[in-house]
């Protein structure tokens, strides 16, 4: 890791700045992740949005919004991806950060909603890595989603193997072919 930031964390980063771009984000074992990666993304420069439910009745919606939530309507027919699709298309920067586990417990096998959102609008997946054990965040890997799902999600998981979020035993990539 290369440089320090505020709060003790490390950062490497080699990834180009786009305009638009998902944020495959892992290992997720903690609500402290998203915080320390607003933080790491505000250090370097850089911003990023995350989903969040679209209420106007919660207390930190307001507070969710500002840090860059983006507000999602989870009852309507339309699928999540189709909406973020949308929004990406329609905006002149766009970055959404998604956690590929979908939980922070030990699953293996990673959901492919982030992957679909950047196949459908065009976008480049920045794999971002968050090692609790080294305090760095790390971004060097662009993956431009080829359309041959199990080739890249391979190469995704392969990239995380090694970083180990908060709690280890909340993370697993599975067994890899």
């Given amino acids: ?4 930031t505020t709060i003790g964390w490390k950062t490497k980063v080699s990834v180009p700045d786009y305009d638009k771009y998902i944020i495959c984000a892992a290992p997720h074992t903690t609500n402290w992740d998203l915080f320390i ?3 790491f993304m505000g250090a370097i420069g850089r911003e990023t949005g995350f989903m969040m439910k679209k209420t106007g009745s919660s207390a930190l919606g307001p507070i969710f919004r500002w840090m860059g939530g983006i507000p999602v309507d ?3 027919k339309t699928s ?3 909406q973020m ?4 298309k329609s905006s002149q920067k766009f970055h959404l950060a998604i956690t590929p586990e979908g939980t922070r417990k030990a699953n293996p096998q990673l959901e492919e909603r982030f992957y679909y959102i950047a196949q459908g609008a065009g976008l480049p997946i920045i794999l971002v890595a968050i090692d609790y054990e080294k305090k760095c965040i ?3 890997k662009v993956i431009h989603p080829s359309g041959d799902l199990d ?3 391979r190469e995704i998981k392969l990239y995380y193997k090694n970083f180990k979020g908060k709690y280890p035993e909340n993370f697993s990539i599975g067994k890899v072919e």
């Fill in 74 to 76: 989870r009852s309507r």
């Fill in 80 to 82: 999540l991806v189709d």
């Fill in 1 to 4: 890791c290369l440089s320090t």
């Fill in 151 to 153: 080739k890249d999600m």
């Fill in 37 to 39: 990666g607003k933080l």
């Fill in 85 to 88: 699709i949308k929004i990406a």
């Fill in 138 to 140: 790390t971004a060097e």
